[in-house]
């Protein structure tokens, strides 16, 4: 429960953060919950995807490992582009 809590709120400082003002951050956090919306639509139905496919023949083991540390790496890389600081005043 309390690692939820804190997910959801580094969650929503990194919305704010990546708002360019305080007057475009509700738009920037409908853009956010639209995106996580989509996401939370097709993820399940690819996962289970790619996992009837990991183990429909038992050499393809390694497809399930290979698309989550492309996630893994995906989100390490966009993390990278989070700004150090929230607005310059």
């Not at 956010?32 to 995807?49: D, E, K, L, N, Y």
């Not at 050499?59 to 600081?85: E, Q």
């Amino acid at each position: 429960m309390t690692d939820t809590v804190i997910t959801i709120a580094c969650i929503f400082i990194y919305i704010a953060a990546s708002s360019p003002n305080r007057g475009s951050l509700g738009a920037t956090n409908g853009i956010a919950q639209m995106v996580v919306s989509i996401m939370r639509t097709f993820g399940p139905g690819f996962a289970a995807s790619v996992f009837s496919i990991s183990i429909e023949k038992p050499g393809n083991w390694w497809i399930v490992h290979f698309f989550l540390m492309t996630f893994v790496f995906t989100g390490i890389g966009a993390s990278l582009f989070l700004p150090s600081k929230l607005w310059k005043n």
